[in-house]
């Protein structure tokens, strides 16, 4: 059941085809970079009087990639937010039929944020439009939320197949 879950126990990844350390790996750079930088800001505003503001931007970037990747892990491992109240009083085929509804769901929410998210990386691409901190082109940081909203569709279908096949419940 969904309120018996004890987050500290021990875990063992679903087999998938693409190993979830592409994941982590992805998010322990990025967490490791965004500590960096903020570290850095930290350090120089208080030994300097000098402010590294401009970083947030790099920061900001980090943080969505880090949202992304770790919603594409806990998708790929069954983890994601759910509501289970309903859910948890269906037989066990009944909740793989709605975790495989809840996955569907997922996947046209993030179909919808890969659009538009490209839409706006081409929009940001054909007029120039450079980041205000640094003025570095602005979809260089945009263009990891429909890259990486792809990431989260590809290990919803995978979870999708798993649990359709029997082999993830």
Known sequence: MAA?????????????RVP?????VLLAFAMGAMALIT???VVT?????????FTEEYSVALMVVVAMVGTALATAAGRHIRIGYFVDKLPPRGR???D???SALLILCFALIAWYGARMVM?????????????HPQWLYSVWLPVLALLVI??????IIRLARGEDS
């Open 100 to 102: 495989i509804i809840g």
């Open 45 to 53: 505003r208080y030994l300097t009087n000098i402010s590294f503001s």
């Open 154 to 159: 590809g290990r919803a279908a995978g979870r």
């Open 96 to 98: 793989d039929i709605a």
């Open 20 to 24: 979830l350390t592409l994941e982590r």
């Open 123 to 135: 929009d940001e691409y054909d007029f120039e439009v450079l980041s205000p901190g640094l003025g």
């Open 39 to 41: 570290a850095g800001n």
């Open 4 to 16: 018996d879950f004890d987050p500290t126990a021990p875990t063992s990844d679903p087999s998938t």
